[in-house]
């Protein structure tokens, strides 16, 4: 745990000396500084003040140009994008169609984490230095929100350091490119060391302007509750955004402070392997329980979200049923409807399917990225152990659960998904649907594989009917909640904190935007 000593010599060895300071911090640290390598939400929301996409979100989540000035769609498999002139990377070099058709073959790369992106893009021509086109493989309902998180790095910069391909995380690889950025947006990241702090400059020659004037941004990582918010409270942080829920009433308290707070597009989740016909480190060797949908049932009906929400959540979550939360297009308040918890019921559906005497099973849980992350797993902890299914719970930062997740090592463990395209079908293809070589089940670590919802995902990817495809995303919704292929908990309601004189715009997604911040 770090003291409040060693947090302000962090923020001394910063260099904080500027007028417009922003001094932030959260439990997560980020994974890496590649654009193309991890798709987590923390790592992509600090790329995000580098990097840009040929489109972008407005304050309430629309699309708008960015790097890209103008779309027309010349067929239904074809789009055509006008690129902005006079951009800028960070070193001076201009931006370009080049820059474009590097970087969609790039996140493409096996190795990364990110192809969700790029999904149903068959190929990028380059038209002229400022216009490119898309060459779909079918009409793409979502293209445009995709291409906001389809980040456009320097080619000139990633061949001259030897980062042409993107970082490959679960081989632990270390790149120049994970350790540096060079892309076109309104902060410079000057410097990232890891668990302890990422500073960055206001780009001085950023094609449009800040409505904000933050001058300089340093993001902290810190993990305690108890030291983050005493930092918040002593005035060495202007913002906090992950508030411990026992917390937010003294914070709100504070004439100093004020807190703003709004639900979030992260559903947090149990994710099961119910692929292998074995669970590793369990005590029932030769079959998978989880396999059984009573099973899954059951581990579903023994936890109280109630209880959740009550006593660790202090009412900052919304009890889940299903894999999305209400700020995504495709969810319906008649589809998340929670059932009660029912140890009995719980009980004889596990008598049902043999497993009366219950059985051991490893959890696998992060300790520093979600809302009480380790405390929630202790609690369900409990919660299993009245239908006799022991957990026997591992906790971890998350970089280290996220790779072993990657690498299949964890067949039962804590998850949480947030919506990045406020669309459905995000979820459905990234983590439901059966994993494949290319996009489709790019985040499915589960072995999970439903040929019904498969159908609907293909479906959804090339409907432009609004009607049918709304239908199409409710119906695999559907589906995922019946079938008890993830047990939903809640979702996140995220308030923030911060000193009076700081105005930034609530987000969704989590991710402040210090473009659009004030200092005073």
Known sequence: MKTLTTFAALLLAAGIVTANPLRWAAQNDIQTLDPHSQNHSATTTIQGYAYEGLTRYTEKFEVEPALATKWTMVTPSLVRFEL???????????????????????????????????????????VDSHTVDFVLDGPNPVLTRN???VRIISKAWAMKNRSENPQDFKAKEDTYASRNAMGTGPFKITSW????????????????????????????????DATRVAALLSGALDLLTDLPPQDVAKLKADPRLKVIEGPENRTIFFALDIGSDEIKGASVKGKNPFKDKRVREALSLAIDREAIKRSLMRGLSIPAAVMVAPVAYGWSADLDVVAKPDVARAKQLMTEAGYAEGFEVPLACPNDRYVNDEEICQAVVSMWARIGVKAKLQTQPMTQHSVALQRFDLPLYMYGWGVTTFDAQYTLQDIVHTKTSGADGKGNYSRVSDAKVDALVQQMKVETD???????????????????????????????????????????????????ATVK
Request: avoid cysteine; aromatic fraction near 10%; charged fraction near 25%.
């Open 147 to 149: 291409l906001t998180y």
């Open 84 to 126: 902005r002139k006079g951009v800028k990377f960070h070193d001076g070099s201009p931006f370009t169609a080049d820059d474009v058709l590097f970087s969609l073959q790039r996140i493409k790369h096996p190795a990364s984490n990110m192809i969700i992106y790029a999904s149903g893009i068959k190929e990028v021509k380059k």
């Open 466 to 516: 609004a009607t049918k495809r709304l239908a199409q995303m409710q119906e695999a919704l559907k589906r995922t909640r019946d079938e008890f292929l993830f047990i939903p908990i809640h979702h996140q309601v995220r308030p923030w904190a911060m000193k009076a004189g700081v105005t930034i715009p609530h987000s969704a997604n989590d991710a402040p935007q210090a473009r659009w």
């Open 193 to 224: 060391t890891p668990d302890q702090k990422v500073t960055m400059v206001a780009n001085k020659d950023w094609w449009d302007k800040p409505t904000g004037n933050v001058s300089e941004v340093t993001y902290l990582p810190i993990k305690s």
